[in-house]
């Protein structure tokens, strides 16, 4: 097997080099003026015109940067929650659970087929912005979209506490809830640093031979924090959320990963052994920076056989299918989640 | 309804103009150099490593010209068929039926499960190029990876024949094989403008009350050959077999289309009614001039509720998914469609 495999990798090395001497040369793409697409709704174009994110290549440089940075961030969504709420008819509550704080976001309304069902939310941000409520949209989304129980883990993040500190924190409530619930009817999703947390959350259960939970709905996930995967480069300056791998985000990453090898599936769950995990459904959309991110990680799914379903959205950056309850793509893509969860989910 | 409509789009423009004004700003991208991304097999570096196709903006002006050109890639492709054939264990043989040009694909092994299924497809070529052997790679990698029979239609083109010529053929190939075989054990494919006829196809068959097949798979289609879609100028000068919407696959279409609405969902079908659709699959890349075609046709079916999945490769441009039979992804993608195939046609 060995000797087939170094055959098979002196081959490829062959052909390469063969076929393109000792370099394969780049694309070089001119410079584009990139109009607003008209194949999408009125208001998710309102999303995709905005500028690029201010201040995206000067992210703060010391832990009371990043501190601000988060605070202000959090500032901002706040005042919006109690809308977002009524919109969605939920109601939420802050707490602690085993130490680790947490927003449990309780539908008014939850179908029978509903009552005994979970969905654990783990937050993006690049493992270091959005605390608090400004984790909570995308949570009150799929409290409301999907009529479930939803508990949004407000993990500490760095200069609290960092790797694996909000895996720990995800860690402790997934072991709280499969005491009293069956963990085929808890869900597990996030986006963008919660995608891959949702990932490493699978990991680390394998490790520690804890039942997989009925479905996991990993968002644009970080599945790759070493700057591979080709849409980092082709999306660059196209995406107006991350804009470039060389932005905020990654700033964000290498302060949480704090020196750890951001090899580690761990922190790039795509080099991970993902055999076994539940039923996965993954969103992202065409100007997305992690679109990359997200089909290599549909296709390391698929390789081992792992029901995994993929929605792309045309026009959109990172993450923008949670952008806003009121748009029409962001009912879509929740519908689409809210509906894998309910075929996955035991009951 | 039609008020609530009314309203909906009224509150929708004005959403645009109070947070916009009058227009929307286009995204200004610099020239990027992109390289060969690492992500991918060495086998599909060198394809994706490739210059921009010949003579992409230069298309033939005449039908004459046409005839040449397609008949030139005839010429370089057919050699190749023996050796594939060999190499996908399969026999070829051309005749006719109900006087349309087909080439019968018939495994040497075939499957107890695969025994009363057949798969029809119709190739690509931008409505005007791959006839004859240009046209059986795919039915051949099909027929071999998916251990199935396979009919591919050599339908007529131009200057021989116009709109809907191709689709007059594919019908007619269609509608004598549902005399003698269940119509859910027929699996219809095809990439790009035969990604389009496939879908085409089903329209056409509900126009005429024709039973659906079990199954179909659209590669990165030509849903929309109005120009509409973002990737058309995202990926452009990125995708190295098409290139650019302004290239030699819109002025092909033009030619076959013969002054034909473009937007008539027989060109166009993602703004057809797809209703009563059978279970779809469509593949795309990264790198696809066509990836917003093929997300929002995806998008298309599943709002319908149709069995619908996605899967979209690595740094691939326009169908690049079969290129060659000897690449790890190429095998990955066809294992996916005969999976696709094999769970959702009849026996």
């Known amino acids: 097997m060995r000797t087939r495999l170094i055959c098979l ?10 076929a393109y001497g000792q370099t394969l040369a780049p694309r070089e793409v001119p410079a584009k003026s990139i109009p607003v697409p008209s194949t999408v709704s009125p208001q998710m ?36 929650i109690p809308a977002m709420s009524e919109r969605m008819d939920v109601k939420i509550e802050p707490s602690t659970l085993n130490g680790v704080r947490i927003y449990t976001i309780t539908p008014n309304n939850i179908p ?71 963990a085929k009817n808890i869900a597990v999703f996030g986006s963008s640093a919660g995608g891959a947390l949702t990932l490493e959350m699978m990991l680390r259960a394998k490790q520690e ?7 996991i709905a990993p968002g644009t996930p970080m599945s790759d924090v070493t700057k591979k995967g080709d849409t980092f480069l082709t999306n660059a300056m196209l995406d107006n959320v991350l804009v470039s791998q060389d932005g905020f985000c990654d700033a964000a990453t290498m302060f949480y990963a704090n020196g750890h090898d951001l090899k580690d599936p ?20 065409t100007r997305d920076l992690l679109l990359s991110n997200t089909v290599r990680m549909h296709r390391a799914l698929r390789q081992v056989g792992t029901v995994a379903s993929l929605q792309v959205f045309e026009g959109q950056s990172h993450a923008q299918f949670y952008r806003d309850d009121r748009i029409p793509e962001v009912k879509e893509a929740f519908g689409e989640i809210a509906a894998f969860f309910d075929q996955h989910l035991g009951k």
Chains 1, 2 share one sequence.
């Open 9 to 18: 990798a002196i081959s490829a090395a062959l052909l390469a080099l063969s």
């Open 45 to 80: 174009q309102a999303i995709i015109a905005q500028p690029l994110r201010t201040n995206w290549d000067k992210p703060p440089t010391t832990p009371e940067g990043w501190k601000q940075l988060a605070d202000s961030i959090a500032a901002t969504v706040a005042p919006q």
């Open 112 to 182: 029978a087929a509903n009552k005994n069902r979970l969905a654990i939310h783990v937050h993006g941000g690049c493992y270091v912005l959005n605390p608090r409520e400004a984790a909570l949209p995308e949570a009150i989304f799929m409290a409301g979209f999907a009529h479930m129980k939803v508990i949004s883990v407000d993990y500490r993040m760095p200069p609290e506490a960092y790797y694996p500190g909000a895996l720990d924190d995800a860690m402790t409530v997934y072991k709280a809830q499969i005491k009293s619930l069956n």
């Open 209 to 215: 031979n804890l039942p997989m939970p009925g479905a």
């Open 266 to 285: 761990m922190l790039s769950p795509v080099y991970g052994d993902v055999r076994g995990f539940p039923p996965t459904i993954l969103t992202s959309g």
